[in-house]
């Protein structure tokens, strides 16, 4: 079991920045590959980055590549979402995710085995 627990989220200009954080509970951190999507109102659930266990591996959605870095910190139990240049179309609630795959790329909502709550991300013209 992960128990996920994102933060950072907020109001921002457009052309601002933002950096989200999910921390996770428990010792198994490190064998899950970590993932970023999220949920524009009325809207489905749309990946935004992945990063695999070691961290040496990220893949990012072509909406956001350029501008948004996956990354994590497996001593801190910490995946982290920086969000550079937010355009208002960037508006949504940001879910972090928690993958058992090991080979591919957890790039669909459908690959992950855990989520946590959400954090609003605004982002104003």
């Known amino acids: 079991q992960v128990q996920l627990v994102e933060s950072g989220g907020g109001l921002v200009q457009a052309g601002g920045s933002l950096r989200l954080s999910c921390a996770a509970s428990g010792r198994t951190f490190s064998t899950y590959a970590m993932g970023w999507v999220r949920q524009a109102q009325g809207k489905e659930r749309e990946f935004v980055a992945t990063i695999k266990q070691s961290g040496v591996s990220t893949y990012h959605a072509d909406s956001v590549k350029g501008r948004f870095t996956i990354s994590r910190d497996n001593a801190k139990n910490t995946v982290y979402l920086q969000m550079n240049s937010l355009k208002p179309a960037d508006t949504a609630v940001y879910y972090c995710?928690?993958?058992?795959?090991?080979?591919?790329?957890?790039?669909?909502?459908?690959?992950?085995?855990?989520w946590g709550q959400g954090t609003q991300v605004t982002v104003s013209s």
């Open positions: 995710g928690a993958s058992r795959y090991y080979n591919h790329y957890a790039i669909t909502p459908s690959a992950y085995d855990y």
